[in-house]
């Protein structure tokens, strides 16, 4: 039975597996009771959970509808955030698969709006300018008018006769100008009911001059599609969109997305330890603060080619026990300390000189201290971010020493969510591994809190490092605006 009770304990592992092979709308409601029940946690596994989730939902999505694609896409997002509100990166991945679909709808439209108006079918009329007409000749009329005329265009309606006998009777107001002919041979204006249809009947007459000048044929009652400017775009009507959204599926396009994204979420820390070097040198002291995967890739590809000091607070009472192991070397695969592979070797056997203090002793030790790098659970638009308890002591502590404080985080975790209300971003855990259910009559006395995370502000942070380089913490809007769609930001 142990083996058989192990196999499903409930968690990530077990969620991707029975993913495979259980109803999308079961597995929705399976990722809402892990997420409720803190059964998946932190930033990675939860990530990971909802882009294979969503990739499932969109897979089975038998509609080619972009609205109705987009509509169920958001449903499913507002019920997970809903289990988790503070799980921040659920609602990232959620947008950022939201934005996949319409940017390829949107291309989809852009090819099919370009292919349409090349055709030069419109469904509104337009008044063309001078410069958009192309050259034609009129057909024949039983008018006075002369079927040719130099500048081979014209109204089908004839110019009345008063204004004709004006070329005829001698008038020289047109004598300046060496125009000694009649009215009916000057072409006249142009309104928006001009007849562009041309007679093939009719001579062309042209010079050899004009050879290579001399517009092309068009057919006789097609309107020339130099009537329209060629930047603006023909409005798409309801038939076109449909037709649109049933000539081709963009689910394999976003489905290729979702994919890059787990691909993405796989790569990330060691995409930020390429930095390390850059960052870290030879004979400095680090502090850093709890068993984050992130920070310790860092520091392990720094360590192949430095050599520095290791200074690790064991953030008590809520992490010191995988400080402990990740210290030690003893660490295991532990999907929820967003683990892909245990680490084969501790800090040490790199040739790193760790030191593990009590969290008391920070401020005493800043002084010595050359850099500050922190791991974090999530970053909000404003630059501040959301980590473990106690960062924020450290960041106050390093802003008293003008120690520069560096945050290493993946982009999957940068929120566009702007944190009105603080205290509402803060998880409470159990008070029990502050004081023990055995001091009872002080636990009668006092309200015992246990805050899981810390709100650091942006003036703390000097650096962010992603896996896309380093960024100032005034800069990321513009990372939020690169992989966010503004109609995205409020599930």
């Known amino acids: 039975m142990a083996p058989s009770s192990l196999a499903t304990t409930p968690g990530l592992a077990s969620f991707l597996k029975s993913l495979k092979a259980d109803p999308v709308d079961s597995s929705i409601e399976h990722l809402i009771s892990l997420l409720k029940r803190r059964q998946i946690r932190h930033s990675r596994p939860c990530a990971i959970a909802t882009a294979y989730l969503l990739r499932r939902v969109v897979t089975t999505q038998r509609v080619t509808d972009v609205a109705k694609l987009i509509e169920r896409v958001q449903s499913v997002g507002q019920r997970l955030c809903a289990a988790q509100p503070r799980e921040m990166v659920v609602g990232n991945i959620v947008r950022r698969i939201l934005g996949l679909i319409r940017e390829e709808a949107e291309e989809d439209r852009e090819g099919e709006t370009s292919g349409y108006s090349d055709t030069g079918t419109e469904s509104r009329p337009h008044t063309p300018s001078h410069s958009d007409i192309r050259p034609a000749q009129r057909p024949g009329l039983s008018s006075s008018i002369s079927t040719f005329s130099p500048l081979r265009h014209g109204a089908t309606e004839p110019i009345d006769s008063n204004i004709a006998n004006l070329g005829h009777s001698g008038d020289d107001l047109f004598a300046p100008i060496g125009l000694t002919e009649d009215l009916s041979h000057r072409p006249p204006l142009l309104t928006s009911h001009t007849s562009y249809a041309v007679n093939n009947t009719a001579p062309m007459v042209t010079s050899m001059f004009s050879l290579l000048s001399h517009p092309e044929t068009y057919s006789p009652t097609a309107t020339p599609p130099g009537t329209q400017s060629p930047s603006a775009k023909a409005p798409l009507t309801a038939q076109h969109l449909t037709a ?130 922190l791991g974090t659970h999530v970053v909000l638009a404003n630059g501040g971010l959301v ?4 960062a924020r002591t450290i960041a106050q502590a390093a802003r008293m020493h003008r120690t520069p404080v560096v945050v290493v985080t993946g982009v999957y975790k940068l929120s566009p969510v702007y944190p009105f209300d603080f205290e509402s971003l803060i998880e409470y855990g159990d008070a029990s591994k502050v004081f023990g259910y055995e ?48 109609e995205d930001i409020n599930l």
């Open 387 to 390: 980590a473990a308890a106690g």
């Open 244 to 373: 649109l959204n049933a000539a081709k599926d963009l689910r394999l396009e976003v489905i290729d997305g979702i994919e890059e994204i787990i691909d993405e979420l796989g790569q990330v820390d060691d995409q930020i330890a390429g930095y390390a070097l850059d960052h870290i040198h030879s004979n400095e002291i680090i502090l850093t603060f709890t068993s984050s995967v992130t920070v310790q890739k860092f520091l392990l590809k720094a360590a192949t080619k430095r050599k520095f000091t290791v200074i690790h607070a064991e953030a008590f009472p809520n992490n010191h026990e995988a400080t402990h192991a990740t210290v030690t070397g003893s660490a295991s695969n532990n999907e929820d300390e967003l683990s892909t592979e245990s680490f084969q070797k501790p800090l040490t056997a790199a040739g790193i000189t760790v030191i593990l203090i009590p969290d008391s002793a920070v401020f005493a030790l800043m002084s010595r201290v050359n850099k500050v790098i």
């Open 439 to 486: 001091d009872g009559d002080l636990l009668d006395k006092v309200d015992v809190e246990n805050p899981l995370f810390d709100y650091v502000p942006a003036e703390l942070v000097d650096l962010y490092i992603t896996n896309l380089g380093g960024h100032a913490p005034s800069y990321l809007y513009r990372i939020v605006s690169d992989h966010y769609r503004v």
